[in-house]
């Protein structure tokens, strides 16, 4: 987006306070609105629309969300800008700097330079989820690197790819075949963009669930959220190679004891439990 931003347009910036739980219930609700991007503080995030998304839409409904959380005694507060043209890649651009993450990795967009002696990921923060400025995100990665010595590296696959962020770390630490799914289209073409940046053109990135997927893998990547991930928990388990392990993500601390019940179920046991602010992780592995 950085780069073909169309010239002489300016955007809308937002930036919002909402209580911890509802964040994420935001997120979803700016994506449906038309943010085409967003940073997320601690305490606050900022979300930026083109001039294309009528203001008083992006508004209302925030005025919307807020009185339904005053409702419920919780506060939604907001204050909004409008961003000349000339400034719009540097303002967004700030807010993505590189980012260590495990041992290993360190996340950077593409206009900072690569560091040596690590697995660098250039992501590029178009519209997709997964810029590594994410809790869950980092705890995949984190996750990812200490199995991945306990799998074979033949096939990986990540089940909702956003950037393509977790597939690119994938090919980068070995995995012979990698593959990563997303059911939004817009997301496919970042992370095949993601992939070509990161010279990992052998990613195969396709459109869809599950059902576009054959056989069975080494290691799954899914972060998603709870309620999916509980619905998918069978479907996961019987994508797994004996000996493979999925990393899970995207649930609430308070949601993992029923994301692992439904994994048990599915015949997976635990190996790790990685808690991160408010979100928890899991590496699972058939029993
Ligand atoms: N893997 C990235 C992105 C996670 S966001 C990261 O860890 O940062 C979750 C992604 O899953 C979204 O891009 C969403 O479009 C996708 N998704 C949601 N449900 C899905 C499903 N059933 N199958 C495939 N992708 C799905």
């Not at 199995?147 to 070995?174: M, P």
């Not at 010279?199 to 059902?211: F, K, P």
């Amino acid at each position: 987006m950085t780069s073909d931003t169309p010239r002489g347009m300016s955007y809308q910036q937002f930036r919002i306070t909402v209580s911890g739980p509802f964040k994420d219930a935001l997120v979803q609700k700016l994506a449906h609105v038309g943010s085409l991007g967003l940073i997320e503080n601690d305490d606050h995030l900022v979300a930026y629309f083109p001039d294309a998304v009528p203001v008083v839409t992006i508004i209302r409904e925030l005025h919307i969300m807020k009185a339904v959380l005053e409702a419920s005694g919780h506060e939604l507060t907001f204050e909004h800008a409008l961003i000349p043209d000339r400034d719009w890649n540097e303002s967004w651009k700030k807010g993505f700097t590189p980012l260590d993450v495990g041992e290993r990795f360190t996340i950077l967009p593409p206009w900072e330079r690569t560091k040596p002696g690590r697995i660098n990921l250039i992501i590029d923060p178009g519209m997709a989820f997964g810029t590594g400025h994410h809790e869950t995100t980092r705890s995949c990665l984190v996750l990812m690197e200490r199995h991945a010595g306990r799998t074979a590296l033949g096939r990986f696959l990540d089940l909702g790819t956003g950037t393509g962020l977790l597939a690119i770390a994938a090919a980068k630490i070995g995995y012979a075949s990698v593959l990563a799914i997303d059911t939004d289209p817009l997301t496919v073409d970042a992370a095949k963009k993601n992939c070509a940046l990161n010279s990992a053109a052998d990613v195969d990135v396709r459109e869809g669930d599950l059902s576009v997927v054959d056989g069975t893998f080494d290691m799954i990547t899914a972060n998603l959220f709870s309620v999916l991930l509980i619905e998918l928990a069978p479907a996961i388990a019987s994508r797994l190679n004996r000996g493979g392990i999925a990393v899970l993500s995207g649930m609430l601390r308070e949601q993992a004891d029923a994301v692992l019940t439904a994994m048990n179920k599915a015949g997976l046991r635990s190996l790790e439990k990685l808690d991160d602010g408010k979100w928890t992780s899991l590496a699972v592995k058939l029993k």
